[in-house]
């Protein structure tokens, strides 16, 4: 856990060094366009994930269903966006991995792995009540 964190400490730091670097191959300004639009794109994103999982999630709940997998695509389309909101060529790039359905999934499977072999015994499972 503190290499992870060490890790996404370090990540701005080498962010700002390829910015600078960018900056002097392609032009300031074309990096400030750069950087406006990817946090654009990133607040596009984490809205637009926002307001069509809560209106999927609320018609799933109606139907007497739990919007789990619903909600763990919701919630890696939102990394996305946070990535493309956070400036730096490094962060865009994971976002832009991300992007690609098949990488998204295996991520995505692995971590729920990860997360089922770490609180193994430490999970109560219930069932959806209906009213």
Do not use: C, H
């Not at 701005?12 to 074309?30: A, H, K, N, V, Y």
């Not at 956070?86 to 990488?103: F, N, S, V």
Request: charged residues 15%; hydrophobic residues 60%.
């Amino acid at each position: 856990m503190k290499k992870l964190v060490g890790w996404l400490l370090l990540i701005p730091i080498i962010d700002l060094f390829f910015l600078t670097i960018l900056g002097r191959f392609i032009g300031s300004l074309t990096v400030f366009l750069w950087l406006i639009g990817t946090f654009l794109i990133g607040i596009y994103i984490m809205r637009s994930v926002w307001v069509t999982v809560k209106q999927q999630a609320e018609e799933q709940l109606r139907a007497g269903k739990m919007p789990d997998l619903l909600m763990i695509e919701g919630l890696s389309f939102f990394l996305i966006g946070l990535l493309f909101f956070i400036p730096g060529p490094i962060t865009d790039l994971l976002a832009l991995i991300l992007l690609i359905k098949p990488i998204r999934i295996i991520l995505v499977q692995r971590l729920l792995y990860f997360v089922m072999k770490k609180f193994k015994g430490n999970v109560v499972w219930t069932g959806f009540i209906k009213k």
